[in-house]
């Protein structure tokens, strides 16, 4: 598919030259009507970009860029199970997961549904028999908590969920993930734990991953020891794609659920990888929470570029970090039940697109991979908003924030989305210096004082926000929001030509953890051969360690 973005970009930078000075207070004065020319609502949910350094013309010009890059034929690569993942020659459909309607769905030209659709018949009985309780723990009681052992995206997604629907989570069941290698992570949630009504799912794409395999076979010693080792069976179960490792480990053949390789780890919440959550909340929400991705799946497919959500989120994203060179993007979810989902995120961007090769093999012609960070509204106001109001780089930030709580108190509820609100129209409109002049001159402050702390009161303003307002945090919109940014990554690594479903670069700092174990466990291990700053980190381990 050749493509050639020379005359896509260099439109675009001509354009930022010509319209540096334009802010965006100065775009709204200019037009009162912008929200309606930059905002798409679909069903109970709306992406508002009028807050961007965009114009008309910006975005024509961005649409051009997507069409340059031959977003449509991509997309249409991506949806047809074509090995689009060419460093690991692997498709990329982890849209079958979520595919509730039946469409006819291959990976490779091998029909994917009939796996799909028996997973997750088996996956819905296991869940409703742990819930219900006809599947019980080895002593006959029900299961009173699920421990999820997963790390990356065997973790992230599962434990971002599971706190996002927190409230559809039986009352008698508690949700835990344990990820870390750090046996503070299993140590401590096995401490506060019945483990004669504990269930463990052990999640891994691989099987092999470190931190998971250490984590699982704590657990499982510490169930040995206290129920005994015929207990293992009653109290373990397995998601993974590598069958054969986990029959080594032990566990029972009903218990173990399978995926494929076209499921990269970070789109893997889909999946088995999500019993954890589906077991929490029920199989008709769990469906619904799918239906929610493929809610997405079909808006992305069929919307045009100029509605098109997930495209427009690339689009701007791109804009602002490729031309307008801000190199950081923040997710604000005014929902504190999304606490997890600036982390879920980071995976599924900065793993995604972190990439500084392109697909043809030479370095990358683009600048990839904003750095992805955030926190829930309004805590964040209190602790780095400061920078992102008056630091000397603007932060692009996505706030989400839905019309109605929960369950929520109504007031509560009507706070948080004033503070939201009131958090874009400050980054976007700021308070020039006679506004603060005007202002400190009211409360009775006199001109020396307006001089001297005038300067400090200033907001630049012209900070680009976008706002997803969604109607409520149902499992069928958490899907959708899920899917939207999945598609959004999609879109920026066409634009960018970059693999974004492989991650060799995770690989370097495995290799040498495997090679530093043994140095670091045995003390007297020589260290003659390690750089300097290494092995003095060892040194100084040992001594301090006693
Ligand atoms: O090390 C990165 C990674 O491979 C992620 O891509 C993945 O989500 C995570 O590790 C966990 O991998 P697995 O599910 O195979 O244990």
Redesign the pocket.
Known sequence: MARDLTHATSALKTHQLETRGVTTPQLFDADPQRFSKFHVAIDGLLFDYSKQRVTAETMSLLHGLARAAKLDERRAALFSGAKINITEDRAVLHMALRNVSGRPMAADGTDAMPGVIEVRERMGAFADGVRGGAITAANGERFTDIVNI???????GPAMAARALSPYVAPHLSLHYVSNVDGADIGDTLKGLALETTLFIV???????L??MTNARTARAAVAARLGEAAVADHFCAV?TQLDKIAEFGIREDRVFGFWDWV???Y?IWSA?GLSVEIGIGRAPWEQFLAGGEDIDEHFTTAPVEKNIPALMALVEIWNHDFLDLATQAVIPYDQRLARFPAYLQ?LEM?SNGKSVSLDGGPVEMKTAPVIFGEPGTNGQHAFFQMLHQGTEPVPIDFLVAAKPTDADQHHHDLLVANCFAQGEALMRGRSLAEVDAQLRKQGADAAAIERIGPHKVFSGNRPTSTILYESLTPRMLGRLIALYEHKVFTQGVIWNIDSFD?WG?ELG?ELAGRLVPIVSDRNASTAQLDSSTAGLIDAMRRLAG
């Open positions: 997963g790390i990356g995206g065997s973790d992230l999640c891994s794409k691989t099987f092999t991953t931190e998971t993974s990269g780890g970070r893997s990888i995976q793993e991650q995770v495995k």
